[in-house]
């Protein structure tokens, strides 16, 4: 099993900036996948950011040049730097952990950009 903690989400004003962090813990060994989906009020979940280890970093159109996925393996930890933040970013956001073929969720965490 893959314990999964996030971190950082919060109010912010648009313009602004925060940084999610996602720390996995557990059987970490063969992860080969981080990433952060979210999920707004009345839409389905969507991705935001999937980092593919030894690969590359993969982003929604919509966050493309203001999202930056970057990860510190000796902290088996992923973050997510989230800068010049819309409104329309607002959003549970959710980190997803992949092990061959096993998945794991977070349990969310709020993100508000106020206009």
């Known amino acids: 099993q893959v314990q999964v903690v996030e971190s950082g989400g919060g109010l912010v004003q648009a313009g602004g900036s925060l940084r999610l962090s996602c720390a996995a813990s557990?059987?970490?060994?063969?992860?080969?996948?981080m990433g952060w989906y979210r999920q707004a009020p009345g839409k389905q979940r969507e991705l935001v950011a999937l980092?593919?280890?030894?690969?590359?970093?993969n982003y929604a159109d919509s966050v493309k040049g203001r999202f930056t996925i970057s990860r510190d393996n000796a902290k088996n930890t992923v973050y997510l730097q989230m800068n010049s933040l819309k409104p329309e970013d607002t959003a549970v956001y959710y980190c997803?952990?992949?092990?061959?073929?096993?998945?794991?969720w977070g349990q969310g965490t709020q993100v508000t950009v106020s206009s």
């Open positions: 557990g059987s970490i060994a063969a992860i080969n996948v």
């Open positions: 980092f593919t280890f030894g690969v590359s970093s």
């Open positions: 997803n952990i992949r092990q061959g073929p096993r998945e794991y």
